[in-house]
Nanobody, 126 residues
Framework: QVQLVESGGGSVQAGGSLRLSCAAS????????MAWFRQGAGKERERVATIYYYGVLADRPDYRGSLQGRFTISQDTTKNTLFLQMNSLKPEDTAVYYCAATSGPCGLRVDDYIYWGQGTQVTVSS
């Protein structure tokens, strides 16, 4: 009932920036939380950041600790679009980045999310 499509991935030199987008369609009025996850080669999928859809100001975006200060999650709810601005990229940021959403509250685990995009590859070279 909700579809998510990521875009904006690519290859970038260390220290560079990328902006990922996630277009949501379908019954988006059911959504309460949107998130970015990533999965590096041979690693588990991990949370990058979360934000409440149609978020109230009291509920600030939440980031994985190691990424805070470099990554920024934002949204344009009028266009049903989620963004991830990634700055000062490092080779260890190389991963497939996934957009996720749920009708429930923001959680930390993969299983907390109902809807997933297919992912977009981000490769950071040194």
């Amino acid at each position: 009932q909700v579809q998510l499509v990521e875009s904006g991935g690519g290859s970038v030199q260390a220290g560079g920036s990328l902006r990922l987008s996630c277009a949501a369609s379908g019954y988006t009025t059911s959504l309460r939380c949107m998130a970015w996850f990533r999965q590096g080669a041979g690693k588990e999928r991990e949370r990058v950041a979360t934000i409440y859809y149609y978020g109230v100001l009291a509920d600030r975006p939440d980031y994985r600790g190691s990424l805070q200060g470099r990554f920024t999650i934002s949204q344009d709810t009028t266009k049903n679009t989620l963004f991830l601005q990634m700055n000062s990229l490092k080779p260890e940021d190389t991963a497939v980045y996934y957009c996720a959403a749920t009708s429930g509250p923001c959680g930390l685990r993969v299983d907390d999310y109902i809807y997933w995009g297919q992912g977009t590859q981000v490769t950071v070279s040194s």
